[in-house]
């Protein structure tokens, strides 16, 4: 069995070479034959020139090179596009995930699942701006799609080929795929792996990357049922307008309730519902917008990333923007 290992990066220069380490180390004497794909995000550091020294002492690595920071998703997607192998991992570059995991996610493979989907049990992040979040949005994730994972955002997952053919991928979409797959027949599961904090360097995302999660979620909700950004620009406000909708209803009611004042034709009120109508009015906007974008976008053929250049690669996949 081929695999192929995915790995976006961007500005990952101190990680990359125990990245390449330790890949090498838990896959060495394991007899499993791979490829391991390191995608180049834009970087702006000496990320670069090091995935290049590597691809060249070792053809198992195989370099693509994006000409600006296209995102995560991107990055993975062109990984896929490009894999050759049976089964496909996809890990993050920042040795977060383990690689000695690897072994087990195939493992569970072979006993006939199509998606593997990593579980960080113990996640090492900080509670406030990245566990809490990602909570409520697993919980969302789960309520909404229909398929039941305690992490959706684990990146560490391992994917029959096949499932990824035919996925489109864009926004924060990376994290929807099992949901996706499973809609057409998919057999998903879970498996706790190991989470360790970061190794070098800092994250790239912060509070508002699950704000985008959860605006993907609807189009992904959306597209499960039915069937690449202006939700983001819409859905963004609507949410901070509708919590401030929230805030002054509550307002309204604490001086109704608690300080008996009369709120009849206060302006309070009115602002009350300005705000809670304009804000569904904006989400739903953002929403209207995604699916138009998608239609452009699958319409037009036209990539979410476009690439500068290839080590080791041979077959132009999609996305080559030429
Ligand atoms: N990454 C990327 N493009 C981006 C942001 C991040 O390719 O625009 C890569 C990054 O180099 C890392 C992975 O995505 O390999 C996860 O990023 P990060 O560790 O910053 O996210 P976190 O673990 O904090 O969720
Ligand atoms: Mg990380």
Redesign the pocket.
């Known amino acids: 069995m081929k695999l192929s290992i995915v790995?976006?990066?961007?500005?990952?220069e101190e990680?990359i070479p125990p990245l390449y380490g330790r890949v090498t180390e838990a896959l060495a004497g394991t007899g499993i034959d791979y490829e391991l794909i390191l995608?180049?995000?834009?970087?702006s550091d000496g990320s670069f020139p090091l995935l290049r020294q590597i691809a060249e002492r070792d053809s198992r690595v195989k370099v693509i090179r994006f000409r600006r920071?296209?995102?995560?998703t991107?990055?993975?997607a062109a990984g896929f596009d490009a894999a050759r192998g049976e089964v496909v991992v996809p890990?993050?570059?920042?040795l977060?995930n383990d690689p000695a995991d690897i072994p087990m996610l195939l493992s569970k493979i072979n006993e006939g699942y199509d998606v593997v989907s990593g579980w960080r049990k113990d996640r090492q992040?900080t509670f406030i701006n990245?566990r809490l979040p990602s909570i409520i949005a697993n919980g969302l994730i789960s309520r909404m799609t229909g398929v039941h994972l305690h992490d959706y955002?684990c990146?560490l997952k391992a994917y029959r080929r096949e499932v990824l053919d035919g996925v489109n991928l864009y926004g924060e979409m990376h994290r929807f795929v099992p949901a996706l797959a499973s809609q057409v027949g998919a057999r998903v599961t879970e498996l706790p792996v190991r989470h360790h904090p970061?190794l070098h360097?800092?994250?790239?995302?912060g509070i508002s990357?699950t704000m985008r999660v959860v605006l993907d979620l609807m189009t992904v909700k959306f597209l499960l049922a039915y069937s690449t950004k202006p939700i983001q620009l819409f859905g963004k406000w609507g949410i901070y307008t509708l919590f401030a909708g929230f805030l002054s209803g509550g307002a309204t009611l604490y001086f109704k309730f608690f300080e008996h004042i009369n709120m009849n034709r206060n302006p309070l009120l009115i602002l009350t519902a300005f705000l809670l109508f304009m804000g569904v009015q904006f989400i739903v906007l953002g929403l209207l917008g995604e699916l138009n974008a998608r239609t452009y976008y699958e319409a037009q053929g036209k990539p979410i990333y476009v690439i500068r250049e290839r080590i080791n690669v041979g077959d132009r996949g999609p996305g080559t923007g030429d």
């Open positions: 790995i976006p990066i961007y500005n990952e990680n995608v180049d995000d834009g970087s920071n296209f995102g995560q991107a990055a993975m890990m993050d570059g920042d977060q992040d990245r955002g990146t970061r360097g800092t994250s790239k995302y990357r």
